[in-house]
């Protein structure tokens, strides 16, 4: 179930995908753009992060629901991607 609701997360970000039988397989594309709007993270930190990161490069802003979820496995997430995407 986790890697289903996992899936239909990043499927907002992400267009091309696989479901493999041991997880999930995402086809990065560097044209890749995400697009605004809001994304769900199913209270899942893993998909909060990777919709963190995809609005990194959005075309416009994204809100992510429940993004505090990062704290699980990461508190400073976001101020560690803040890091990154300013150097």
């Known amino acids: 179930i ?5 899936s239909r997360g990043l499927g ?11 997880g999930l397989s995402i086809i990065g594309d560097s044209r890749f ?13 893993r998909i909060a992060m990777c919709s963190a990161i ?3 490069i959005a075309k416009s802003d994204i809100i992510i629901n429940n993004a505090d979820v990062v704290k699980k496995s990461h508190p400073s997430f ?6 990154i995407i300013c150097n």
């Open 78 to 83: 976001f101020d560690d991607l803040k890091k």
């Open 33 to 45: 753009r995400a697009k605004g709007g809001t994304y769900y993270s199913y209270d899942d930190h």
């Open 2 to 6: 986790r890697d289903l609701v996992r």
């Open 12 to 22: 907002d970000v992400y267009k091309r995908q696989r479901q493999n039988p041991d």
């Open 54 to 56: 995809a609005g990194a």
